[in-house]
C-alpha cells in the first residue's frame, strides 16, 4: 500500500506561480515513475508530467516550457514548479506512482487560476 501526502495548491492569479510537492511511502519499488495528473470538471484525467526514476521526464504539450517536475529518489518525492499559470490549467491535481505491482494515487490537490 502506498501513502501520499500532497500540498501546494491554491488559488493564484493569471501569469502566477505554485509549487506542488508530493511525498509516496510504504511498498514503493526503486524502479517506478512519478508523476502528476489533472483532472477539470467535466473534462477526463490527463496526464500533466511524468518522471521516471532514472530522470526521464515527458510532458503535456500544454504545459510544455511553464512546468517542470522534479523527484528525489531517496524520498519518494515529487515535485511540480508550475509558471505562467493560465485559467485553463484549474484543475484539481494528483500525484500519481507506477510501479510493477500496481499503480498509486494521491488524494489530489485543488489549483485554481483566476483570471
Known amino acids: 500500500q502506498v501513502r ?5 495548491g491554491g488559488l493564484v492569479q493569471t501569469g502566477g506561480s505554485l509549487r506542488l510537492s508530493c511525498a509516496a511511502s510504504g511498498s514503493i519499488s ?46 519518494n518525492a515529487v515535485w511540480l514548479q508550475m509558471n505562467n499559470l ?6 484539481v491535481y494528483y500525484c500519481y506512482v507506477w510501479q510493477l505491482r500496481g499503480t498509486s494515487w494521491g488524494q489530489g490537490t485543488q489549483v485554481t487560476v483566476s483570471s
Open 4 to 8: 501520499f501526502v500532497e500540498s501546494g
Open 86 to 91: 493560465k485559467p485553463e490549467d484549474t484543475a
Open 30 to 75: 526503486s524502479a517506478n515513475v512519478m508523476a502528476w495528473y489533472r483532472q477539470a470538471p467535466g473534462k477526463q484525467r490527463e496526464l500533466v508530467a511524468s518522471m521516471t526514476s532514472s530522470g526521464s521526464t515527458n510532458y503535456a504539450g500544454s504545459v510544455k516550457g511553464r512546468f517542470t517536475i522534479s523527484r528525489e529518489n531517496d524520498k
